[in-house]
C-alpha cells in the first residue's frame, strides 16, 4: 500500500480569512497601557507607531474571523498552501509508534513563516498612504520578509537587524538589501536609544529589545513611516493562523487530527499561527489538544518568567504590554536561534499560559543542534535553528509514546529552513558551540527591574 507523505490544499481551498482566537478566549487578554497614565489604550493611541488597522485588528476581541484582503491572498497564493508532511523517516528513526507530521513553512521564497504577516502589514500601510516602513529584525528571516513585501506595495523599508545576528548570519542582511531595504546592525549610532544603549555598554550584542527601540524611535520620528512588528502582538498571530487553517483542511485529508501541536516560542507568531486554529476546538470542550510552545533554555521566560506589564522594548518606547517577560532589559546569550532571543511573551500566548491552555518548555542549544541534525538526515530539509526547538521537542514526545507505546498523532511547524545557518551547524558539529543556561541570580536580577503595575 502506497503511503501518502505530502498534502496539499487546491488554491480555491487556501482560507480566505484568518481566525482570531481573541474572540472566542474564555478569558481575554489584559489590554496593552500607556506607560504614563495607566490607561488602557485605544487603535488610535496605537496608530502613532502602527498602521490603523492593524491597531483596529490588535484590539478586536469581538470578531473571530477576519477577511484576508484580496491583494494580500493573491500574494498569498504565489506560495500558499505549503505542505502537509508526514515525518515517515524520523519516526522509523526515533522507533516511535506516534505519527509525526510538520506544516513546512520553508518552502516560500523568503525561507520562513514572516510574509504571511508583511504581506497585509505593508499592504495595510500602503492603502492608509505610508510611504516607509521600519522594523527589528534578529536572525534576519522577519527582516528578509519585510523588505520583500515592502518592494511588493511600493514602500520604501529600514531594517534594524541584532549586531550578533547580523555576525553570524551576514548573508540574511544581503537578501535585504537585495530586496532594496537599508539594514543597520543595532544598536547603532543612527538613533538616540541605539546611541544610549552604547553609552551605557560599549560591547552590546544586541537584543531584539534593542532594535525594536530604534525602529520604533524611527517610526515616530520620520513623516510618513511605520512600524511592522514580526511576532508578539495579537494581530500578527492572527495574520499566521494562515498556517493552522491549512494544516486543519491538510490535517482531514490524512484522516487525523492532532494529539499534540508543537511550534518553537520567541514572541509567539509562528507558535500562534499553528497553534490558534486548532485551540478554538479545545474552548468548546470537543477536542483535548496538548499545545507545547519549545523555547530557549537560555531566555526561558514562559517556563521562568514572571507574569507582569512590561515594555516591548529596552528603551521603553513601547506601550506597556501583559505578558511572561524577564525584564525588558534583558540582554540574552548569543544563541544560534536569533528569532528566539526576547524577552517577553505575546499577550494572548501569556495569557493562555495562565489559563492551562499551553505550556511553554525551555531547550538547551545542543539538544535542538542534535534534533536538526537528525531531522536533516531522515527528513532531508535543514531546519532553521529556531525550528530546531520545534523538532526537539517533537522528539521527546515522540520518545514517550515509544515508552508507553501510544499512537499519538503530533503536528509541528517548521517555520524555516537553516541553509543561511550553516555557520551555526559547522561550529556544531566542529564542537565549537556551547549551552547558554540563564542562571537563578541573574533571573531574579532582571526580574526585579520591572515595573509594577499589577
Not at 485588528?57 to 470578531?63: G, N, P, R, S, V
Not at 505610508?130 to 511588493?152: D, M
Not at 549610532?189 to 524611535?217: F, N, Q
Not at 514580526?230 to 482531514?252: D, N, P, R
Request: aromatic share 10%; charged share 20%; net charge negative.
Amino acid at each position: 500500500m502506497t503511503k501518502q507523505k505530502r498534502f496539499i490544499l487546491q488554491e480555491k481551498d487556501i482560507p480566505t480569512q484568518w481566525y482570531n482566537i481573541q474572540a472566542e478566549m474564555p478569558n481575554k487578554p489584559l489590554p496593552p497601557i500607556h506607560p504614563g497614565t495607566k490607561q488602557p489604550l485605544s487603535a488610535e493611541d496605537l496608530a502613532h507607531i502602527f498602521n490603523l488597522e492593524c491597531s483596529k485588528q490588535e484590539l478586536d476581541t469581538e470578531h473571530a474571523w477576519i477577511d484576508i484582503p484580496e491583494p494580500v491572498l493573491e500574494q498569498y497564493k504565489y506560495y500558499r498552501s505549503t505542505p502537509l508532511v508526514r515525518a515517515y523517516a524520523l519516526e522509523e528513526a526515533i522507533g516511535t509508534p506516534a505519527h509525526i507530521y510538520f506544516k513546512n513553512e520553508s518552502v516560500n521564497p523568503l525561507g520562513s513563516h514572516k510574509i504571511n504577516s508583511a504581506l497585509p502589514q505593508c499592504y495595510y500601510c500602503k492603502q492608509e498612504g505610508t510611504t516607509n516602513v521600519t522594523t527589528e529584525t534578529g536572525a534576519g528571516q522577519w527582516g528578509a520578509a519585510l523588505s520583500y513585501a515592502a518592494k511588493v506595495f511600493g514602500l520604501e523599508a529600514a531594517i534594524y537587524q541584532v549586531k550578533i545576528s547580523m555576525q553570524q548570519k551576514p548573508y540574511r542582511s544581503s537578501i535585504m538589501r537585495t530586496f532594496g531595504a537599508t539594514v543597520e546592525g543595532s544598536p547603532s549610532m543612527s538613533t538616540r536609544a541605539g546611541k544610549d544603549i552604547i553609552t551605557r555598554d560599549p560591547t552590546h550584542p544586541g537584543s531584539l529589545g534593542t532594535a525594536i527601540s530604534e525602529a520604533v524611535e524611527l517610526a515616530t520620528t520620520t513623516p510618513h513611516c511605520k512600524y511592522a512588528l514580526g511576532s508578539v502582538l495579537s494581530h500578527v498571530s492572527l495574520h499566521q493562523t494562515i498556517i493552522g487553517l491549512e494544516a486543519e483542511k491538510q490535517m482531514a485529508l490524512a484522516g487525523e487530527y492532532p494529539d499534540v501541536v508543537i511550534a518553537c516560542f520567541g514572541g509567539g507568531s509562528n507558535f500562534g499561527g499553528i497553534a490558534f486554529p486548532f485551540m478554538r476546538h479545545n474552548f468548546t470542550g470537543e477536542k483535548h489538544t496538548e499545545f507545547i510552545a519549545a523555547e530557549p533554555e537560555s531566555c526561558p521566560k514562559l517556563t521562568r518568567g514572571r507574569f507582569e506589564y512590561d515594555f516591548g522594548d529596552e528603551a521603553g518606547y513601547t506601550p506597556l504590554l501583559p505578558m511572561f517577560t524577564l525584564g525588558h532589559d534583558f540582554k540574552p546569550a548569543n544563541i544560534h536561534a536569533g528569532g528566539l532571543r526576547y524577552h517577553g511573551a505575546g499577550m494572548i500566548v501569556s495569557q493562555l499560559i495562565k489559563d492551562g491552555y499551553m505550556k511553554g518548555v525551555d531547550i538547551p542549544q545542543s539538544e535542538t543542534f542534535q534534533a536538526g541534525l537528525l531531522f536533516s538526515r531522515t527528513e532531508g530539509i535543514i531546519p532553521a535553528p529556531e525550528s530546531s526547538h520545534a523538532i526537539a521537542a517533537i522528539i521527546r514526545e515522540a520518545l514517550k509514546c515509544k515508552e508507553t507505546g501510544e499512537e499519538k498523532v503530533l503536528l509541528f511547524n517548521l517555520s524555516g529552513h537553516g541553509l543561511i545557518d550553516m555557520s551555526a551547524y559547522d561550529q556544531y558539529l566542529n564542537g565549537d558551540l556551547h549551552d547558554y543556561a540563564l542562571s537563578e541570580e541573574a533571573l531574579q536580577q532582571n526580574l526585579s527591574k520591572i515595573p509594577h503595575v499589577l
